[in-house]
Structure formats: structure tokens, C-alpha cells
């Protein structure tokens, strides 16, 4: 049994038998604030308190999105200057300087606990490798806030995908969790290009009102339940796109291109099947979709890191000129370990990994990877 099917509380056919006062204090204990005051389930009008938790170039598309249909977001970034100059500005200074924001409907703050405390539905948008760190200074209680990870990436050490470390460290319910994903690459949604995002959530109202604040003349929407599988994809896809990376730097053109691609969808859609078997169609746009455009486009950091790695850097030097995070680096060994609990054919991922981590040479490990295909 996984272990988030585990995780659901339910109450004993025999709770008849305890006393009244412990049934009450057990239902006013989960429903209460951080403040250890009751709280209702009726209270919360989710979504009325929206924050975007992190400051990069894909939290900027995020808050775009949200603005054209909310009135007012707070908005976290960990340093101040950022803030500052982005008040000075008009823009994030750092990422998406083109995007123009109306100050007056934006609370900045670099204090993480105030921005949790004014908030009922937190955006997180910090990359995986940073998250816990982000989180080392944060002391209100998040149980019952709706969490959302717009993070492509996996929770490094740790080796869990963003919704589940929330769950089993700060105890989030599963269906205030939530997932943003699909094909989407920042600088895109900045120029207004149409765009298709897939909201996923187990409590299916959550994920339709959030899908419906982000949605707008070019931004379509929809709802999902496959929190897991949606997560899992999106780390999944940024390991392919490295290896695709890694082939253009080697020189292999289209052809071979596609049937990579081919392979991999084949390969993801294994794995899901192996650590989160419920019915998916691997080929919506939040699976098939995300992998095609992370493993095509330019704008795709980890194509980019990719290509300097099958171009001859080492993994340390590309990572020093891109200036920017490619997490499918992250994201290979954390998959490499979970999948050493599932023993799923991986040939692809198996590659990038021998690449960046045993330091094989690109040229052999792909020849290798070409022969087992068909």
C-alpha cells in the first residue's frame, strides 16, 4: 500500500465508545488555525488569501497569471533588494523584465511567516534543491492552509516529490495539496502566448477554483486528481529533456530526436504505472505535453544544460555558465534512488545518470542507449 493511500484518518466503527468530550476536542483539534484557535471547514474561503512562494523567472509567470483575474497577492521572495528594486522598477529585476506589474495589488514581503499567516493558499514556486531551506525559518503551522507546488522537481535527501514532503513533515492533509503543471515555459506565458496548465488536486472544488483564477484569454485550464502522477511527469521530463540535450550536443539530429521522445513517453508512462497505478492517459497535455516541449524548446534550461554536456562540459561548468537551475540534475539521482525500490526498465534515465553522476562519456553512454531502441 503507498504510502499517501496510508495516510488517510479515519474514524474507528467503535468511536461511539469514547466519550463525547474526546470526539469534540479530536474534530476542533484538526480544524483550528495556526494559532491552535477552532476553525471551521466552512471558513475557509479558499483561495481569497493568494501567496507566490519564490521569486525566479516561473513564479513571475505564476503571479502574471493570477493578476488577471484577482485582485490583490502577496507575494514571498527571501531577499529584500529583490523586493526593493522590484518596487523601484515595476518589474522583477532579475527574471521576465519585460512583464509590467501594478504595484498596488502586490504585498512583497521577505518574512516567510508573514506571508503564511496573511494566506490561505500558498504557490510554491521555489526550486526543489532550495525548498527546504526556504522552509528552516518558517514557524506557523501549515495543516491548514492549500498548498500548491508549481516545483518540477524533487525534494532532494529527502527523495520526495514536493506534495508528500508537505505531507509527512508539516502533516498538510492530502486534499489541501495541490499540483500546477503541464507545458508551460515562462518566458511564453510572459509574451501572452497561449498556454494549457492542468490543476490537480484529490479535492476536486480546490483544484477548480484555483484552475479558474489562473485561466484567461491565453491560459486554458483544467482539473485533475493525479497529484502523484502529475509530479512524478514533471521530474521525469526534465530528465529527458537533458538527454535530449545531450544528443543535440552530440550532433544527432531530428530523427533520432523523435524516437527518444517515443522512448520516453513509453518510459514514463512504466514508471506511473509502477508507483501510482490508478487510470491516466499518459498522452494529455500535463505528461506528453510537458516532456515534448521541455525536450524541444530552447527556452528549456535542461535542454540548454544538456547540450553543454554532450557539447564537453563538465556538469560543474555548465552549471556555472547557465547561472540558472536545470533541476533534471537533481532530479536524476533522486529518481535513480526511488527507482531502485521499483525496478522499472529505465534505459533513458539510466543513461543520464551514468552520464552526470559516473562521469561515462556522452558519446558511449548514448551509442549504448541508440542500440536499445527500435
Not at 506557523?140 to 500548491?148: D, E, P
Not at 491560459?219 to 521530463?237: C, N
Not at 550536443?249 to 504505472?273: H, I, P, T, W
Request: aromatic fraction near 12%.
Amino acid at each position: 500500500m503507498l504510502l499517501w493511500q496510508m495516510s488517510r484518518k479515519v474514524l474507528s466503527p467503535f468511536s461511539f465508545l469514547l466519550s463525547p468530550l474526546i470526539i469534540m476536542s479530536r474534530f476542533f483539534s484538526f480544524f483550528s488555525n495556526e494559532n491552535g484557535q477552532a476553525l471551521n471547514a466552512g471558513d475557509v474561503e479558499w483561495g481569497t488569501n493568494i501567496a507566490i512562494m519564490g521569486g525566479g523567472s516561473w513564479a513571475t509567470a505564476i503571479a502574471k497569471m493570477f493578476l488577471e483575474r484577482t485582485p490583490h497577492i502577496h507575494w514571498y521572495m527571501r531577499n529584500q533588494d529583490t523586493i526593493d528594486n522590484f518596487k523601484r522598477l515595476g518589474y522583477n529585476p532579475s527574471y521576465l523584465t519585460s512583464v509590467r506589474f501594478d504595484l498596488s495589488r502586490i504585498t512583497f514581503s521577505s518574512d516567510i511567516n508573514e506571508v503564511v499567516s496573511a494566506c490561505d493558499t500558498l504557490v510554491f514556486v521555489t526550486p526543489s534543491p532550495y525548498l527546504k531551506n526556504h522552509l528552516k525559518k518558517l514557524k506557523v503551522k501549515l495543516h491548514n492552509k492549500f498548498i500548491v507546488t508549481a516545483i518540477k522537481g524533487i525534494v532532494p535527501d529527502e527523495n520526495l516529490v514536493c506534495t508528500e514532503y508537505f505531507r509527512q513533515v508539516y502533516n498538510v492533509p492530502e486534499d489541501n495539496l495541490g499540483v500546477l503543471g503541464g507545458p508551460s515555459h515562462a518566458e511564453e506565458v510572459a509574451l501572452g502566448r497561449l498556454t494549457y496548465l492542468t490543476m490537480g488536486c484529490v479535492d476536486n472544488a480546490k483544484a477548480q477554483m484555483l484552475a479558474e483564477k489562473i485561466s484567461s484569454s491565453y491560459v486554458k485550464t483544467k482539473t485533475s486528481q493525479d497529484v502523484i502522477g502529475i509530479e512524478y511527469a514533471s521530474v521525469l521530463k526534465n530528465v529527458y529533456s537533458i538527454a535530449a540535450g545531450i544528443c543535440n550536443g552530440l550532433k544527432y539530429g531530428d530523427n533520432f530526436q523523435s524516437v527518444l521522445m517515443s522512448n520516453a513517453v513509453q518510459e514514463m508512462n512504466r514508471f506511473l504505472r509502477a508507483v501510482y497505478p490508478i487510470e491516466r492517459n499518459v498522452y494529455d497535455s500535463v505528461y506528453l505535453g510537458d516532456l515534448l516541449v521541455t525536450g524541444y524548446s530552447n527556452f528549456s534550461r535542461n535542454r540548454v544544460f544538456g547540450q553543454m554536456i554532450g557539447k564537453g562540459y563538465s556538469v560543474k561548468s555548465a552549471q556555472i555558465e547557465m547561472e540558472m537551475i536545470a533541476e533534471g540534475y537533481y532530479g536524476t539521482k533522486c529518481m535513480k534512488d526511488i527507482n531502485r525500490q521499483y525496478h522499472v526498465n529505465m534505459p533513458i534515465l539510466d543513461a543520464v545518470y551514468n552520464i552526470l553522476y559516473e562521469r561515462i562519456s556522452p558519446s558511449i553512454e548514448i551509442k549504448l542507449l541508440t542500440d536499445s531502441f527500435r
